[in-house]
Nanobody, 125 residues
Framework: QDRLVESGGRLVQAGESLRLSCAASGPTFSGRTVAWFRQAQGKEREFVAGIRWSAGYPAYADSVKGRFTISKDKAKNTAYLQMSSLKPDDSANYYC??????????????????WGQGTQVTVSS
């Protein structure tokens, strides 16, 4: 059964770095797009970063460009989100998602079939 499990979220100070992990069991990532979304309390879920598992360039939300990096380890079937220069506005529950998603729809949560349970990131000022 395909399953995504996020980890790595915690409380950090503004300016610090943090790496989130998304481990997949089953063939969830194979041939698909993997993405990170986040949802702050009272707000809609928003796209953070995405990448094709097989090949291709990563895509980022403007709010995180230059600060966040999405990467993948095919041998471990794990995706990562390296976050640096964190700001209080980055505080949210971060979700990993996977699906048969084309580039033009990478930012739409409805395009993804598989979701993790989320990991909480809190950035204090």
């Amino acid at each position: 059964q395909d399953r995504l499990v996020e980890s790595g979220g915690r409380l950090v100070q503004a300016g610090e770095s943090l790496r989130l992990s998304c481990a997949a069991s089953g063939p969830t990532f194979s041939g698909r797009t993997v993405a990170w979304f986040r949802q702050a309390q009272g707000k809609e879920r928003e796209f953070v970063a995405g990448i094709r598992w097989s090949a291709g360039y990563p895509a980022y939300a403007d709010s995180v460009k230059g600060r966040f990096t999405i990467s993948k380890d095919k041998a471990k079937n794990t995706a990562y989100l390296q976050m640096s220069s964190l700001k209080p506005d980055d505080s949210a529950n971060y979700y990993c998602a996977a699906g048969n998603v084309i580039q033009s729809t990478m930012g739409r949560p409805s395009a993804y079939a598989y979701w993790g349970q989320g990991t909480q990131v809190t950035v204090s000022s």
